[in-house]
């Protein structure tokens, strides 16, 4: 009987930089001048609806897709001209791509067997695998015979196997019912931890972006918005596009006051004059603005509350852990709040929405 070999350890995860990247179809331009440096070992997630660009960038660095312009290199080697198979990257598709006639331990073989790898080999990484995405009793089964969730660690365990520097995830969890994506959520995240490769993750979705990233990239049109933390692209959006992505918002319009970047200005609008901080430079002096202020920064009063903004509260919604209360202005805007459950004033009263200057950002007024 053949002994499997014993695992060999994981390759160091990759740093992979994107310089000038670029990647036309004809008139569109689907991806345009993505500079991007990821360090080694975070997961690093793309945001954005569909068409923006970001699986377009996960097949360029793949290999599937010719670049345009720029370079994309992994550990200061120009991946340009390599072919897919000879890349030490491998890729997750988000239809997983399984073998129907093959089972489990055969589907998650085959990029070992296309490598020429011993049977002893195969045998110890299969089992490897087998062990770290917890299916080692599903080996023998066929693709038709397991869940939704298995087969997603199936497509894992194979796209692992290979032991990529740089694992590529197209909507990883795209195919999973919203219970199981969360519970699969916090094990993908578990999962990167123990092995320390390098994740780049593409999916629409923001809250799963912002369980699973050390860092986001938040594109639009084929290029990178805003890149950085979770807290801060919530805290510190750059624009309206990124404010309203990552979750609801205020955003009340105006003029900007004297001032720039790194400090607090004010913005001259039509519920009166504002101040709020400038993280990014908003603009000129004078020049059209947003300030964008999250329902949770801003504090419900009621009549008698001091300074704020006055309104009539116009509903109040109970979700469990919090209330939303909708807010209507006298120009006619709503504005939303959310707190805690408890007694406040009745529909329909006079309220005031107060807020500290630090919580709220300033934006350009364009809407990109």
Do not use: W
Request: charge should be neutral.
């Amino acid at each position: 009987m053949t002994t499997p070999a014993s695992p060999a350890p994981p390759p160091a995860p990759g740093r992979l930089r994107f310089e000038a990247v670029s990647k036309r179809f004809g008139d569109h331009l689907a991806v345009d001048g993505v500079e991007l440096d990821l360090a080694p070992g975070q997961v690093f997630c793309l945001l954005g609806p569909s068409g923006c660009g970001k699986s377009t960038l996960l097949r360029l660095t793949a290999g599937f897709e010719s670049l345009s312009a720029g370079r994309i290199l992994l550990d200061g080697q120009d991946l340009g001209g390599v072919p897919p198979h000879r890349r030490p990257v491998n890729m997750m598709f988000q239809s997983y791509a399984l073998f129907p006639h093959r089972d489990v331990a055969r589907n998650i073989a085959y990029g070992l067997e296309r490598e020429a790898l011993s049977r002893p080999e195969i045998a110890a990484r299969v089992a490897e695998m087998l062990r770290l995405v917890q299916l080692e009793p599903l080996g023998a089964r066929r693709p038709d015979q397991l869940s939704g969730g298995q087969r997603q660690r199936v497509a894992l365990a194979r796209a692992l196997a290979k032991r990529p520097r740089v694992l590529l995830l197209d909507e990883p969890l795209g195919a999973l019912d919203r219970a199981l994506r969360e519970e699969t959520q916090g094990e993908l995240r578990a999962l990167q931890r123990r092995l320390g490769t390098t994740f780049v993750v593409v999916t629409h979705d923001p809250a799963e972006a912002m369980t699973l990233a050390d860092r986001i990239g938040v594109m639009a049109a084929g290029r990178l918005v805003q890149v950085g933390s979770a807290a801060e692209l919530y805290e510190r959006p750059a624009t309206r596009y990124v404010a309203g992505l990552l979750g609801d918002v205020n955003l009340i319009e105006g003029r900007l006051g004297e001032g720039g970047a790194g400090a607090l200005r004010g913005l001259d609008t039509p519920l009166g004059p504002l101040r709020a901080f400038d993280h990014h430079g908003a603009g000129a002096a004078g020049t059209p603005g947003l300030a964008a202020l999250r329902p949770e920064r801003l504090t419900l009063a009621g009549e008698d509350g001091n300074g704020g903004l006055a309104g009539t509260l116009l509903d109040a919604t109970y979700l469990g852990e919090k209330i939303l209360y909708r807010v209507g202005m006298a120009d006619g805007r709503v504005l939303r709040a959310s707190g805690p459950p408890g007694t406040g004033p009745g529909v329909g009263a006079p309220v005031h929405l107060a807020f500290a200057p630090e919580a709220a950002s300033l934006l350009p007024a364009e809407p990109a």
